[in-house]
């Protein structure tokens, strides 16, 4: 009996234009939650913060775009890519946390719903193209991922649309240091059903969501300023607690993917985790191989983060893109490679996917 497989096969993203170095936050008023100044100057800050993130530059939207728009240009890409008639899509599945957020504004859009948008923004007709949206932090397109394989593998799905948004700059606190992290962005995948008896695609994942004390690691709060409008909420997250949980547990969701797929450790050639942190994205994969007993290979994790910033659903689709196209430095895909994704975010929840090129 041939085996269905669930196959990248072609993929998109959209990098704003709008560059932000860390020097465009020297002039901001940073404030401590209580509402005090820090004991530092944002020069020493914004060190430090490089030190820990890996960042130095971001991208933002053009004011006058939307997470919808960085969407369908992502969208449009992928679907060139992978070379098929838009209207022949059963899915269109897009990850986000915000939605739209107009610019100047506080508040979240999802009437219609992102996919909706991105299905009238491709100009499709056909009403069989289901279009949603999930809402599962930063690991919301790979949790797209993980539906869309699944719907090909219950035969109820062919050719899916899988993408990841975010306009992060639209709601970030300009009194929190934290608002250096973020940024925005999009990417895509198109996941088709082949006939390929397992030659390619997705080989297995894993899915996890803590609540019981975790649930308001990432939240919504009022601004740093106490003069500043507490009915306006801004992201907000204790840092320290997402850190812990994130190399607590991510490492082990990914070991639990990889044991599933029945891959070696020593076959993964690549793992694509969420840009969240440098140094947490580290300490997470080495806890990975760490569990394995082997030794952490060179070159096996490609990060954007140093110039992109942390635009939540939109790293990993994003990286994968970059990669998949010879555009990452000293990062390459060849036919048969085993990757790994993983992510981490609001929820809590993680996921992780083992993938054969």
Same mark, same amino acid.
């Given at each position: 009996?041939?085996?269905?497989?669930?196959?990248?096969?072609g993929?998109?993203?959209?990098?704003?234009?709008?560059?932000v170095?860390?020097?465009?936050?020297?002039?901001?008023?940073?404030?401590?939650p209580?509402?005090?100044?820090?004991?530092?100057?944002?020069?020493?800050?914004?060190?430090?913060?490089?030190e820990?993130?890996?960042?130095?530059e971001?991208?933002y939207?053009?004011?006058?775009?939307?997470?919808?728009?960085?969407?369908?240009?992502?969208?449009?890409?992928?679907?060139?890519?992978a +070379?098929?008639?838009?209207?022949?899509?059963?899915?269109?599945?897009?990850?986000?946390?915000?939605?739209?957020?107009?610019?100047?504004?506080?508040?979240?859009?999802?009437?219609?719903?992102?996919?909706?948008?991105?299905?009238?923004?491709?100009?499709? =007709?056909?009403?069989?193209?289901?279009?949603?949206?999930?809402?599962?932090?930063?690991?919301?397109?790979?949790?797209?991922?993980?539906?869309a394989?699944?719907?090909i593998?219950? +035969?109820?799905? =062919?050719?899916?649309?899988?993408?990841?948004?975010?306009?992060?700059?639209?709601?970030?606190?300009?009194?929190?240091?934290?608002?250096?992290?973020?940024?925005?962005?999009?990417?895509?995948c198109?996941? *088709?059903?082949?006939?390929?008896?397992? *030659?390619?695609?997705?080989?297995?994942?894993?899915?996890r969501?803590?609540?019981?004390?975790?649930?308001?690691?990432?939240?919504?709060?009022?601004?740093?300023?106490?003069?500043?409008?507490?009915?306006?909420?801004?992201?907000?997250?204790?840092?320290?607690?997402?850190?812990?949980?994130?190399i607590?547990?991510?490492?082990?969701?990914?070991?639990?993917?990889?044991?599933?797929?029945?891959?070696?450790?020593?076959?993964?050639?690549?793992?694509?985790i969420?840009?969240?942190?440098?140094?947490?994205d580290?300490?997470?994969?080495?806890?990975f191989?760490?569990?394995?007993?082997?030794p952490?290979?060179?070159?096996?994790?490609?990060?954007?983060?140093?110039?992109?910033?942390?635009?939540?659903v939109?790293?990993?689709?994003?990286?994968?893109?970059?990669?998949?196209?010879?555009?990452c430095?000293?990062?390459?895909?060849?036919?048969?490679?085993?990757?790994?994704?993983?992510?981490?975010?609001?929820?809590?929840?993680i996921?992780?996917?083992v993938?054969?090129?």
């Amino acid at each position: 009996m041939t085996k269905i497989s669930a196959v990248i096969t072609g993929t998109g993203s959209y990098i704003p234009n709008v560059k932000v170095p860390n020097s465009d936050f020297a002039s901001h008023n940073f404030l401590q939650p209580d509402g005090t100044p820090y004991p530092h100057t944002n020069e020493e800050l914004s060190i430090k913060f490089k030190e820990i993130t890996g960042i130095a530059e971001r991208r933002y939207a053009e004011p006058q775009q939307d997470a919808s728009d960085l969407a369908i240009e992502a969208a449009k890409i992928a679907v060139e890519d992978a +070379g098929i008639d838009p209207e022949t899509l059963d899915l269109i599945i897009v990850g986000s946390n915000f939605g739209d957020v107009k610019t100047g504004t506080i508040q979240t859009d999802f009437l219609p719903s992102i996919a909706s948008r991105v299905k009238h923004g491709l100009k499709i =007709k056909n009403p069989a193209c289901v279009a949603f949206d999930v809402i599962f932090g930063c690991p919301g397109w790979l949790q797209g991922l993980i539906i869309a394989d699944t719907y090909i593998k219950a +035969g109820q799905a =062919k050719k899916c649309l899988i993408i990841g948004a975010e306009t992060l700059s639209r709601v970030l606190d300009p009194h929190e240091r934290d608002s250096m992290i973020y940024s925005d962005g999009a990417g895509a995948c198109v996941l *088709e059903a082949k006939e390929n008896n397992g *030659e390619s695609g997705i080989l297995s994942w894993s899915v996890r969501t803590d609540t019981l004390d975790e649930a308001y690691y990432l939240f919504l709060g009022k601004s740093n300023n106490p003069d500043a409008d507490p009915k306006v909420r801004y992201i907000k997250m204790f840092g320290r607690k997402i850190y812990e949980y994130a190399i607590s547990n991510v490492p082990a969701a990914m070991k639990d993917a990889l044991d599933k797929s029945g891959v070696n450790i020593a076959d993964v050639k690549k793992v694509f985790i969420h840009q969240a942190n440098e140094k947490m994205d580290e300490a997470m994969i080495k806890r990975f191989y760490r569990l394995y007993k082997h030794p952490e290979p060179e070159n096996e994790m490609p990060m954007s983060i140093h110039l992109l910033g942390n635009s939540s659903v939109g790293t990993i689709p994003t990286l994968f893109d970059l990669v998949k196209k010879g555009n990452c430095e000293k990062h390459e895909l060849n036919k048969g490679d085993v990757i790994l994704f993983a992510s981490v975010g609001a929820g809590m929840n993680i996921n992780a996917a083992v993938y054969r090129v």
